[in-house]
């Protein structure tokens, strides 16, 4: 009779063996898929960070250009102001699902800054209807070039945070945008 045993533990071997390979390879290959989809996120997250950027920075050079005529035009006494106080307009987003590759607390900030901007346009328009526009009012003046100065400046500060955080170039500082919104933002409560 011949002996079954030798080939029994043989394919029980090769069995395991099979087997083995099998769970290292679906293993390895998991892993790899999730390095892929790694990498891709990071590269998704930091092209949609450079694209929020230049839309906040757009955003906060027109709110810079606003007040730079608004100061410009003042000296003017026959020049109408009511057109000039005025949030410029913010770009559309992009949409989809490719906001869940940044950082939450980031993109919170980017989708929340919208609705800034909107509440902004309401103060300005709010203010319309309070002041008297021809009249020589400073502080009146100054409220205003404080919305669009901190809207300006918000839209810097997330548009910088954006670019620091997934390792991008800053804005050329020449240009020093943040520094002509800043001139025009102060405390409140100061005032």
């Known amino acids: ?11 029980s071997a090769v069995i395991q063996i099979a ?26 997250a930091t092209y949609l960070a450079l694209r929020l950027s230049v839309l906040l920075e757009a ?4 709110c810079a ?4 005529d608004i100061e410009f035009s003042r000296g003017y006494a026959n020049e109408d102001m009511f057109h000039k106080y005025r949030l410029p307009n913010l ?40 002041y008297d526009l021809h009249a ?11 919305i669009i ?8 500060t997330i548009a910088s945070a954006l670019r620091g955080r997934y390792g991008l170039p800053e804005f050329p500082a020449e240009w020093k945008i943040d520094k002509t919104l800043k001139e025009h933002v102060y405390d409140v409560m100061d005032s």
């Not at 679906?26 to 998704?44: G, L, P």
């Not at 955003?59 to 027109?62: K, L, N, P, Q, V």
């Not at 250009?65 to 730079?68: F, G, N, P």
């Not at 100065?149 to 810097?156: D, H, K, Q, V």
Request: contains cysteine; negative net charge.
């Open 136 to 146: 020589n009012d400073v502080q009146h003046h100054r409220d205003r070039l404080n």
């Open 1 to 11: 009779m011949p002996d079954t045993t030798a080939a029994t533990v043989g394919w």
């Open 59 to 62: 955003f906060a050079i027109e």
């Open 19 to 44: 087997l083995g390979a099998g769970f290292a390879s679906a293993v390895f290959n998991r892993i790899a898929a999730w390095w892929d989809r790694k990498k891709n996120d990071k590269q998704s």
């Open 91 to 130: 770009a559309i987003y992009p949409d989809g699902e490719e906001w869940r590759v940044l950082s939450a607390e980031l993109a919170a900030k980017a989708l929340t800054f919208t609705n800034e901007v909107m509440l902004g346009r309401q103060c300005l328009s709010g203010a319309d209807a309070t």
């Open 65 to 68: 250009d606003t007040i730079i």
């Open 149 to 156: 100065a901190e809207r300006g400046l918000g839209a810097w």
